[in-house]
């Protein structure tokens, strides 16, 4: 397991958990359903993170969640979103939905679309139980991010242009052109996961390709694009 006080680790794609069920192709950044590794249960709070490929009219049928913050990052295609609370709604390629499950909901996530949609799916330890359950969803143009990091959904009330989750974390996006560099900074006790959705990044000269996982501890790391890349960050307790 990767220690707090390590700068960063890399996770290559090959070495995550998989499962492909014929509709669905996912990988699992962190023990998840069948896969278990116990150096690979968590980090800080966040708990999952599934890099999943949904074929075509099919996808989750009904299914019950609690107690957990769940935000799905859509790469390609998009997934269409129905809930318990009467929630309905389409979050297409490089937009966001969060869904607070609080107390109890269930929902259901189909790709309607006639392409596979591509999407990370991370679960994040909420500060509480209970409570009352809630979706939202919000299009975030990757023109806005572009070089800069983007506050894609939050549990800190001074970001207001972002998502609310109830977990002291952030979920940011970027997008960086090949040989530019982007900065980040994990504060004391925090922790930072990073996966670049599309291509190779060097972190303080250390290659990872698209769809590898990158745990981040205490300190500064320079991320420099070797190719055109979309990189997802959550930074959290």
Same mark, same amino acid.
Do not use: C, H, W
């Given at each position: 397991m990767t220690d707090i006080k390590t700068k960063f680790e890399i996770r290559p794609f090959e070495t995550l958990g998989a499962a492909n069920l014929g509709w669905l192709d996912a990988h699992h950044h962190f023990s998840f359903g069948s896969y278990h590794d116990a150096a690979r249960m968590d980090w800080g709070a966040i708990r999952v993170w599934n890099d999943d490929v949904i +074929?075509?009219?099919?996808?989750?049928?009904p299914h019950p969640h609690a107690d957990m913050e769940i935000i799905t990052y859509v790469r390609t295609g998009a997934i269409t979103h129905k809930d318990s609370l009467?929630?309905?709604g389409?979050?297409?390629?490089?937009?966001?939905?969060? %869904?607070s499950a609080?107390?109890?909901i269930r929902h259901a996530e189909?790709?309607?679309?006639?392409?596979?949609?591509?999407?990370?799916q991370i679960w994040i330890i909420p500060n509480r139980t209970g409570g009352a359950p809630s979706w939202g969803a919000k299009p975030f143009p990757k023109g806005e991010r572009s070089g800069a990091w983007q506050i894609l959904a939050s549990g800190f009330d001074e970001d207001n242009?972002?998502?609310? /989750?109830?977990?002291?974390?952030?979920?940011?996006? +970027?997008?960086?052109?090949?040989?530019?560099?982007?900065?980040?900074?994990?504060?004391?006790k925090r922790h930072a996961y990073m996966v +670049?959705?599309?291509?190779? /990044?060097? /972190?303080?000269?250390?290659? +990872?390709n698209a769809r590898?996982?990158?745990?981040?501890?205490?300190?500064?790391?320079? /991320?420099?694009? %070797?190719?055109?890349a979309e990189i997802v960050l959550v930074d959290s307790r």
């Open positions: +074929a075509p009219q099919s996808g989750f049928p009467g929630n309905e389409r979050t297409a390629a490089g937009d966001v939905q969060v %869904m609080g107390s109890g189909y790709n309607l679309e006639n392409e596979p949609t591509t999407l990370f242009d972002a998502l609310p /989750i109830r977990t002291d974390a952030r979920v940011l996006g +970027a997008t960086i052109k090949a040989g530019d560099s982007l900065e980040y900074a994990v504060g004391a +670049a959705a599309t291509g190779a /990044i060097e /972190i303080d000269g250390q290659r +990872a590898d996982g990158v745990a981040i501890g205490e300190g500064k790391v320079m /991320i420099t694009a %070797m190719e055109d």
